[in-house]
């Protein structure tokens, strides 16, 4: 079993940073896929980022690519998003979610991921 927090959100202007963080627990971690997604106001949850088991593989959704960067820390099992050139619209509840199936990556929706972390509020002003 995996429980996820995720840490580091707030408000802050466009065009400005923010890193978001997620402390997991369980031995699968480190064998398995990690996610982020998103929900916006009125929308449904999106992908937003994907890293696989040892890092070497990342994977991003159109609209953050060259923006937001995906990382994690196996030692200390963390997983991280740097998010940089925030914009309105990536205001959202972002949650971390953990794919115990998987270790490539690849697999992108929701419905393959089995953790998921309580969410946190990302507000972009413009």
């Known amino acids: 079993q995996v429980q996820l927090v995720e840490s580091g959100g707030g408000l802050v202007q466009a065009g400005g940073s923010l890193r978001l963080s997620c402390a997991a627990t369980?031995?699968?971690?480190?064998?398995?896929?990690m996610g982020w997604f998103r929900q916006g106001p009125g929308k449904e949850r999106e992908f937003v980022a994907t890293?696989?088991?040892?890092?070497?593989?990342?994977y991003y959704t159109d609209s953050v690519q060259g923006r937001f960067t995906i990382s994690r820390d196996n030692a200390n099992k963390m997983v991280y998003l740097q998010m940089s050139s925030l914009k309105p619209e990536d205001t959202a509840v972002y949650y971390c979610?953990?794919?115990?199936?998987?270790?490539?990556?690849?697999?992108?929706?929701?419905?393959?991921?089995?953790?998921w972390g309580q969410g946190i509020q990302v507000t972009v002003s413009s």
């Open positions: 979610a953990a794919d115990i199936d998987d270790w490539s990556g690849t697999y992108q929706h929701a419905r393959y991921f089995d953790y």
């Open positions: 369980g031995r699968t971690f480190s064998s398995c896929t």
């Open positions: 890293i696989s088991w040892n890092g070497g593989s990342t």
